[in-house]
Structures are given as structure tokens and as C-alpha cells.
């Protein structure tokens, strides 16, 4: 069966990287083992994971004064790993609120005993548009400033990255490598690999050097600095994420590097919102400037109607439009891996439901 | 190239999983997506996840009042994600300190303010046995005793669970699933994923739920409560590794079950151990009736010799014989996915090395 997948995350990958997975898979290089049977400590993986991290920093231009980690625990642990690794000089973060998943980072935050400060918010109109900082940041008052540069649910992302004079945490995790970011603008940057980045069970850490913190009573597998000097190997690390990782930094590097993705990211999601908004049926209730290159949320109003949709979508092989549990309605992502083929099989499939039902 | 993989993990697993995996993977159960693409939050992935879990109570008869959760961040995390949640009466915990990875739990719970008391150790033997409690713990004392089942870099195992009036914490990462406990002699048993139950990437915790305190100031992917809440979703899990594992457990199932794999484990490291024990070129240092079915620690006695014993080993494709980087020496590691024909094959070439080298 072939389908177009448009799951929020885990979320479909290259397909020659799915092929190049499944033909190295009884024996990596040659080894005779595979890559979910060498140990993290052999050479063979040694070099995989030197060319994660080279690939990586060539394709985002991360300079030298930043490291690379890959950890494990998701967007999540990095709620907590963030503020105890980098606010423990003024024990108080500032956020900007921007959706259910930086409201989940200030929570976290707060869990663990840290001040958290929202300086600007969009919740009331159901973070349709994104918040704006309205005045500069003191210097001496946060550790940082949290910012989810994409938010997944609600379908909006900053284009432009807030001007702020305290350094600037990054929660990349759903257009990491799919939107054009200078790094440099940030002081750390991390991203949940199950978007564009691979499968599910890694996530990437890119920090400043200077704001590593001595972590006391972190635990360890959060203690960025001892990530750094273990070389993402303080314990074993999960290899064959981080090998498809890999596999995936490549293929993008091969396609034409970070700006082809946004480029056919901004075309795919153009021309899903040009369809959306002249359509009579469907609504994308994102505000037209912060609207998300590669989470686009759109409804019928009608939750039944999205159920019908979403069943007769999925019979068409058009899979994974639900839209989150917690907004409703339905959700079309358009990470790297998707093709403009899918776009169009789904405004194709669109244009018929509205035909069907719109007299209903 | 075929091989006999003897590393301590990730390691050697079932051919018929890595067989599995490299079937389903571009359209697992003919979804058109990979178990790589979907989400964790369809009926595909829950499916999995439900039978991994059920298979796992039933291989090990876990009792309704033990809760099964899969994790990420590896026996490391665990060190303090237990103390974080189950020694917030005493902040005291007690240690068997019988090799290098129990000290280092030791270190962690350190680390993060708990007091430790060691109450035996054989440091100062280098790890050939096990230390034993000389005296009855008393009830009231430490929040929990911490003990390592099978020592991978040291080569021992406790073949019989020490006694104890407090609950025993077990990590189990290096003989779980290969040795039969019986789960209710413990609190807590936890394990990473890649020596005998599949890739690294998840690990596995079974807590008993009357132990689970509420956690205050923990991070919430640490939260026991959170993870049994969240069946094991509080965020989105590996899924890939925990798909595999699920394999693996079914693969056991298949097999007879977690007796015949320790009766097999057993029967493989008798026979290397009745080879070195009667060799003359070689010796394996663990106190007998301590010694590991699953990791043979053994040497020559001349850190040149290993190393061209390796070397030349790796040649005949037996691969990573190395010994852990902290003791030197040789290592063999027979988890349960290693056949009796790795066994004879290693038997035969050390055979023919002592041949050729005795003289030397």
C-alpha cells in the first residue's frame, strides 16, 4: 500500500533512507553484525557518529564555540535538563508563550524549583498568533529567554527569532533542519529527532560554550558539560537512532542543504494555505504571518465532519490528519521527507470532500 | 562476512529479529509506513507496546501490583531516576558494592544528595567475588538496598538473591532475561535494553507499586508515577527500540521461555569456563561458584598477548573479545542470542592460539 504519511512525528522519513536502513541492516560495512548489534565503543560506530556531528555543523553553520550532544529523553527531558544545566546563576527563566509546548517547558521549569517569567502570551485568543516581546529584556534579570521557535499543535512558528539581549533556549524539535536559522542568534538549540531528523529515541543538544554551568545535583545523563566531554558517550547511546539520524543529515546535505528544505517547506505549505483559504469548507485559523511551514492546521468547524474527513482521508491512504487531541479539528505535516506529491494528493482529496459536503 | 559477536552490548541478537525488522520495514503490518514513521499514538504502535509489556509479565511472571514501564536514558539514568523516586523517607540508601557499575550507582545517588552506606564490598579483590551481607539489615534503616545482579566489566553474578528486610533495587541491565529471579524478591528491577532484550535506547523498570513515592522536584521523564500514568507515553517513547524488544521478547517466548534461556546461557559459559579453567595459557579470575553465565572475564595473563589475541580473533571473526577498557583482559559475552556454535568456535580458536602461543 502506499500511502502519504502526515503524522506530526514520529513522522515519515527519506524513502532512500528507509532503503538504505533495510539493506545494511543483516551486516553494517560489511561487519557482519548489524547496526543494532555493534557495541558504541567500535570504530564503525565511533566514525558514525563523528559524521552525525560534522554534517550536522556544516549543514546549520554551527561555529566552534558551540557543542553538539545528542541525549535521549526527547523535548521533555530537555524541560528539565535546560534550566538545570543554564539558569543557576538567577534560578528564573523568562518564556514566551507560544503554545501547549512552551507552556509545558515553563511547567517543568517551575517543577523543579525555578522562577519562571512569561513575558508575553497568546493564549487567550488560543495561540492563533504568535507573542511578541514588547520591550527589551533587562540584561541582569533571566538565565534565558525560552522560545519554541515552531509550535506544533497550534501550527505557528517564529520566522524571524525574537530580538533578545539575554541569551535565547531554543525548543527547534518540530522545524529543526526545515527552516533556515542563523544558530548564532541562540545560545542553545534542541530538537526531538522524530520529525526531520529521524526516528524517535535521540535528541539533539547545540550549546554555547559559555553558558555551561557547573550542574550540581544533576543527574548525570543531563549534565551537559560531562555530554561534552564524553562525546555523547557517557553511557551507551541509542546507536541506531543516531546512525538513521545520520542517514538523514545526509540525504538532506545530498537535496541541497537546510535552505531547499525550507524552500520546499514554504512551497509546500503555500500552496496547502492558498487551497485552505479560498476553499469554502475549511479554515486554517493561524494568523497568516506566523503560520508554520510545516505544521498546518486547518478544520471544517464541524467536529464530525473532520472525523468523516480523517476516515475517508486515511481509506485514500492520505494518513495521519487528526488534528492533536488537545486543539481538535485536523493537522497536515509537511516535514522534509514529504514530497509536493503529497501536498497535491491531499488538496486533490480535499477539493472532492468539500464537493461532497458542502451542501450538507 | 559471518561472525560470532561476543560484545558486552549492544550485542549479538536473535537472527530471526534482525531477520523481522529488516522484513517489515519499509510497511510494517502492510500500513505503507515504517515502524520508523508512525506515530506512538496509533493503534499500530499501542498494539506493540501492550504486547511487549504483556509478553514481559509473562516471561518473567510479574506479578498486577509490579507496573512495567520502558524508559530512555539507560542504567545511568536509572541510577538516579530510583533514588529521585524511591529513597524520599531516609534519602539513605544501602550498596552492595560488587563491581564497577554498582559503585557508580553508588556515585550518582551521591551526586544528587543522598547519603550511601556501603555495607560490603570486594573492591580491594578487584571484584573476583561478590560481597555477601554478614549481618541482617535493619528494617528501618536506608530507603532501599542497591544491588547488581550480573557485574559486566568484573564477570560475577548473584546466582541467588542476597536476603534482605528492605527492598532490594536490582539493575539487571547485563543478565535480565538471561537468569531466573523471581521478580517479587525485588522492589525495583531495571535494565537497559542492549544485551539481551534488544537495541540500546530503552530501558526497562518494574516497580512494585506500593514503593513509588510522590516526586517532588524530579524531572518529569524520571517521574515513575508520570510514566505508569502515561503507559509509558508521557512523551513520545523509542519506539523503534522498543518494537524491537518486543521481537526479542516474542523470540524468547518461542524458545522456551526465560529458564531455557538461562539453562542455554549456563551451558555456554560452563563449557568456555571448563576450557580455561583447565588451559594453561589461560585464566579466567572470577571466584567459582560467583562467576557470570553471561559475561566470561578471562586473560592471559599479558596485556600483549590479549591484545594479539584480539587482533588475530578478529580475523576469524570473533569479534570483540576485548575486555572492558577498565580492567584490560579478555571478555566473552554470551547473551542469550549467542549459539553454542559461538561457544565451540571460541573454544576452538583459543584452543589453537595456546597451541601456538604457549611456548612464547
Redesign the interface.
Known amino acids: 500500500?502506499?500511502?502519504f504519511?502526515f503524522?506530526?512525528?514520529?513522522?515519515?522519513?527519506p524513502k532512500p533512507v528507509?532503503?538504505q536502513?533495510?539493506r545494511d541492516?543483516?551486516?553494517l560495512d560489511?561487519?557482519?553484525?548489524?547496526i543494532?548489534?555493534?557495541?558504541?565503543?567500535?570504530a564503525l560506530f565511533q566514525n558514525i557518529i563523528d559524521e552525525a556531528v560534522a554534517d550536522l555543523r556544516d549543514l546549520l553553520n554551527i561555529p566552534a564555540n558551540y557543542h553538539i550532544c545528542f541525549a535521549?529523553?526527547?523535548?521533555?527531558?530537555q524541560?528539565?535538563?535546560v534550566p538545570?544545566n543554564l539558569a543557576n546563576n538567577r534560578r528564573h527563566i523568562a518564556l514566551l508563550d507560544s503554545g501547549t509546548w512552551a507552556a509545558k517547558a515553563g511547567k517543568?521549569a517551575t517543577?523543579?524549583?525555578y522562577q519562571v517569567t512569561t513575558l508575553a502570551t497568546t493564549k487567550d485568543g488560543k495561540y492563533r498568533e504568535l507573542p511578541r516581546l514588547k520591550q527589551a529584556i533587562p540584561a541582569d534579570s533571566f538565565d534565558y529567554l525560552h522560545v519554541t521557535t515552531n509550535n506544533t499543535i497550534e501550527g505557528t512558528a517564529y520566522h524571524t527569532v525574537p530580538e533578545s539581549e539575554i541569551p535565547i533556549v531554543a525548543d527547534m524539535s518540530s522545524n529543526f533542519l526545515g527552516e533556515n536559522y542563523d544558530i548564532t542568534n541562540f545560545g542553545l538549540v534542541f530538537a526531538?529527532a522524530?520529525k526531520n531528523l529521524?526516528?524517535?529515541?535521540?535528541t539533539v543538544v547545540i550549546v554555547r560554550e559559555d553558558l555551561i554551568q557547573t550542574a550540581e545535583?544533576v543527574?548525570?545523563?543531563?549534565d551537559y558539560q560531562l555530554a561534552i566531554d564524553k562525546g555523547s558517550m557517557?553511557?551507551?547511546?541509542?546507536?541506531?537512532?543516531i546512525y538513521?539520524a545520520g542517514l538523514v543529515l545526509k540525504w538532506i546535505k545530498a537535496e541541497g542543504g537546510v535552505t531547499e528544505m525550507a524552500r520546499r517547506n514554504q512551497a509546500k505549505s503555500d500552496k496547502l494555505y492558498d487551497y485552505l483559504d479560498e476553499s469554502k469548507l475549511f479554515n486554517a485559523p493561524a494568523f497568516k504571518p506566523d503560520r508554520s511551514y510545516t505544521n498546518v492546521v486547518f478544520s471544517t468547524n464541524n467536529d464530525e465532519l473532520d472525523a468523516v474527513l480523517v476516515k475517508e482521508a486515511t481509506a485514500a491512504?492520505l494518513?495521519?490528519l487528526k488534528g492533536h487531541?488537545s486543539v481538535g479539528g485536523l493537522r497536515a505535516s509537511l516535514y522534509n521527507a514529504m514530497p509536493m506529491a503529497g501536498v497535491d494528493a491531499l488538496i486533490d482529496f480535499l477539493y472532492q470532500f468539500e464537493q461532497t459536503h458542502q451542501e450538507a
Chains 1, 2 share one sequence.
Open positions: 500500500m502506499s500511502v504519511n503524522s506530526a512525528g514520529p513522522a515519515v522519513m528507509i532503503e536502513i533495510q541492516l543483516p551486516s560489511n561487519s557482519g553484525m548489524s543494532l548489534e555493534i557495541s558504541h565503543r567500535s535521549q529523553g526527547g523535548g521533555t527531558g524541560f528539565a535538563a538545570l517543568e517543577r523543579l524549583g526531538g522524530q529521524g526516528p524517535a529515541g535521540v545535583a543527574p548525570s545523563i543531563f557517557l553511557n551507551t547511546p541509542p546507536t541506531f537512532a538513521a491512504g494518513m495521519n487531541r
